[in-house]
């Protein structure tokens, strides 16, 4: 059995019930065997693999907070802290339901590679709980985060471990995080990014992984002779990375005709209206049903249907596993020419073979939504040195870090024989940089 097969294979029995972990690390892994076959020796005598799927140090706390009934409520805190080879452990704090130790665990496993990709010196890290903001109100979500923090604070700091915002975690969800870390602490310093603009945030950090998603896309496809301009783009979610995106692909000239929510999806054959989504989403924080009255024109469905929709490009940006294999097909049928992830492994595994296997361009979440995490890491540098960047300097910053990623991987497929092959390339490109640095630092 070789090398790459013992350690999945130990993963699956030392990690029982954790299905998106075990995928995470298949999908990681079964990319990494050229370079790993070509270094078996020297690295099954370090243990890189072992030492690379096992996390530093998983901590698992209790959270409890009173809702405005005056009934105590307790839910379940976590923050995976993965690899700290090239840097402080980065990653962010996703709130919701769905939330258990193996999400955290693929989610942290694949920061580190995505932090790698970026060529900037941060290790990767996740967190979060299964509590769920939605529905609650200002002050039982700044109940939950003050005593969320209370436990978390111990484990995070500026150069150790720097949380941010995820799915359920906003510019509200950091304000309070960040207010209970200066209390306990009695430090100000940059423990957390996606912060307010008032309090040490970064221009550009809302709009940084939609807009970062757009510049991989565009040089992507530049670089195999396709231009964005006049192609029809489907995008599912609509919270930040989806409206951001919609907002940029616009911007490049395409034409965005879709997008989600948990509830149902929007079909806007005019282009999707970027001010009415944010206005419905970020303000009044409704459901899209509310879509049609801003747009007539629009059609409402309930369920899940936006990858049916026809298209040259199709961007998934909400949550992980959402674009299955039939939906992989419908989309091939339909002809599309590239898929983009911007939410974090958004796409099985047999969909991402399949849509490869038929001459899909397919950008790996980890390198083609990295915008935020790369944006997150200049809001450490601005901390870092008591400035504040212009909303212009952030984003060339982002798009030279985006097209970067792009050359390296690009680079790396091709180095190992594996040419338009992006997934490999992502994780060469990522697993060769944090493998140099364990190396270099001993056992």
């Not at 690379?52 to 209790?62: A, G, H, N, S, Y």
């Not at 799915?167 to 423990?191: D, N």
């Not at 909400?318 to 020419?337: R, S």
């Amino acid at each position: 059995m070789g090398y790459v097969d013992e350690v999945l294979e130990k993963v699956i029995l030392k990690n029982p019930a954790e299905p998106e972990f075990h995928q995470a690390v298949k999908e990681v892994l079964e990319s990494l065997r050229p370079v790993v076959e070509a270094n078996e020796e020297k690295y099954r005598k370090e243990a890189i693999l072992e030492r690379l799927v096992e996390p530093d140090r998983q901590v698992i706390f209790r959270v409890p907070w009173v809702d405005d009934n005056g009934q105590m409520q307790v839910n379940r805190g976590f923050r995976v802290q993965f690899n700290n080879a090239i840097g402080p452990y980065k990653g962010g704090l996703r709130l919701h339901p769905s939330v258990n130790l193996g999400i955290i665990k693929f989610l942290g496993f694949e920061q580190v590679f995505k932090n790698s990709l970026t060529s900037l010196p941060i290790g990767g890290g996740k967190g979060g709980s299964d509590f769920d903001p939605k529905g609650k109100s200002d002050r039982e979500v700044m109940a939950f985060c003050q005593s969320f923090m209370t436990e978390l604070y111990k484990y995070i700091g500026k150069d150790t471990d720097v949380p941010a915002g995820d799915i359920g975690t906003g510019a509200r969800e950091i304000g309070y995080l960040f207010g209970q870390y200066k209390r306990i602490t009695g430090l100000y310093e940059g423990v957390l990014t996606g912060k307010g603009l008032s309090y040490g945030g970064s221009l550009a950090r809302t709009e940084a992984t939609g807009y970062g998603l757009l510049y991989f896309t565009k040089e992507m496809l530049a670089c195999n002779g396709i231009d964005i301009a006049g192609k029809t783009v489907v995008v599912s979610g609509a919270g930040n990375v989806a409206t951001y995106a919609i907002q940029k692909a616009q911007q490049m000239g395409a034409k965005v005709v879709t997008c989600s929510d948990s509830n149902g999806w929007v079909y806007d054959p005019d282009g999707i209206d970027v001010d009415a989504l944010i206005e419905i989403k970020q303000v009044k924080r409704a459901r899209l049903t509310e879509y049609k009255n801003y747009r007539p024109n629009s059609e409402y469905h309930e369920g899940k249907g936006v990858w049916t929709v026809k298209c040259d490009i199709a961007l998934p940006c909400a949550t992980q596993n959402e674009l299955n294999l039939d939906d992989a097909k419908a989309l091939v049928a339909n002809g599309v020419i590239a898929v983009a992830e911007g939410a974090n492994m958004p796409t099985t595994l047999e969909a991402t073979q399949y849509l490869q296997a038929n001459k899909v361009l397919f950008a790996p979440g980890k390198a083609s939504n990295a915008g935020g995490v790369a944006t997150s890491a200049l809001e450490m540098s601005q901390n870092s040195e008591r400035l504040s960047w212009t909303f212009d300097e952030v984003d060339a910053k982002l798009q030279g870090i985006m097209v970067n990623i792009f050359h390296n991987l690009d680079n790396a497929a091709k180095k190992y024989g594996y040419e338009g092959n992006y997934v490999v390339g992502a994780n060469i490109a990522g697993f060769e940089k944090v493998v140099d640095a364990m190396l270099a630092q001993g056992v």
